[in-house]
């Protein structure tokens, strides 16, 4: 099954949201108010995405239209992979087993493109014959008698 969003706005980079704080004269992490500003309108933009729950492995395919060649690709994947957790998009971003991510300029119209791809019914027969083959390897390792010269 496929699942597609267009969320509107430049994508903040998750290395450079975070700020140290004092609290109680300990230093902590805090985000930005771009990175929680972010955040909110990816989280009333979702749409569909929201409440999907995918708890398998699944395909991300995003395209990121920056105003400027400036931002780093890699930066934003973790970022938006947090968010579809957050939305309960997705229960786990380590279910993610492929990532095909594209960095385009769009100066008038910055926005991240989405698209997730859970296995279909294909795959999951696929890996219940695999879980019984190996199974079935165990329990024939396991009767096994070996016998000495």
């Given at each position: 099954m496929e699942?597609?969003?267009?969320?509107?706005?430049?994508?903040?980079?998750?290395?450079?949201?975070?700020?140290?704080?004092?609290?109680?004269?300990?230093?902590?992490?805090?985000?930005?108010?771009?990175?929680k500003k972010?955040?909110?309108?990816?989280?009333?933009?979702?749409?569909?995405?929201?409440d999907l729950?995918?708890?398998?492995?699944?395909?991300?395919y995003i395209d990121v239209y920056y105003p400027s060649r400036r931002s780093d690709l890699d930066n934003v994947l973790k970022l938006q992979l947090d968010v579809l957790q957050r939305i309960k998009c997705i229960k786990n971003d380590n279910n993610c087993c492929l990532i095909h991510?594209?960095?385009?300029?769009?100066?008038?119209?910055?926005?991240?493109?989405?698209?997730?791809?859970?296995?279909?019914?294909?795959?999951?027969?696929?890996?219940?014959?695999?879980?019984?083959?190996?199974y079935l390897c165990n329990v024939h390792a396991k009767n096994k008698t070996y016998e000495r010269d």
């Amino acid at each position: 099954m496929e699942y597609k969003t267009i969320i509107k706005g430049n994508a903040p980079s998750k290395a450079n949201c975070y700020k140290i704080v004092s609290i109680n004269g300990h230093g902590c992490l805090a985000k930005t108010s771009a990175l929680k500003k972010y955040e909110e309108s990816f989280i009333w933009q979702a749409g569909k995405l929201r409440d999907l729950n995918i708890n398998e492995p699944f395909e991300f395919y995003i395209d990121v239209y920056y105003p400027s060649r400036r931002s780093d690709l890699d930066n934003v994947l973790k970022l938006q992979l947090d968010v579809l957790q957050r939305i309960k998009c997705i229960k786990n971003d380590n279910n993610c087993c492929l990532i095909h991510a594209r960095k385009f300029v769009d100066k008038e119209n910055p926005r991240v493109e989405i698209m997730i791809k859970n296995f279909g019914l294909k795959n999951k027969i696929f890996i219940w014959y695999f879980e019984i083959w190996v199974y079935l390897c165990n329990v024939h390792a396991k009767n096994k008698t070996y016998e000495r010269d």
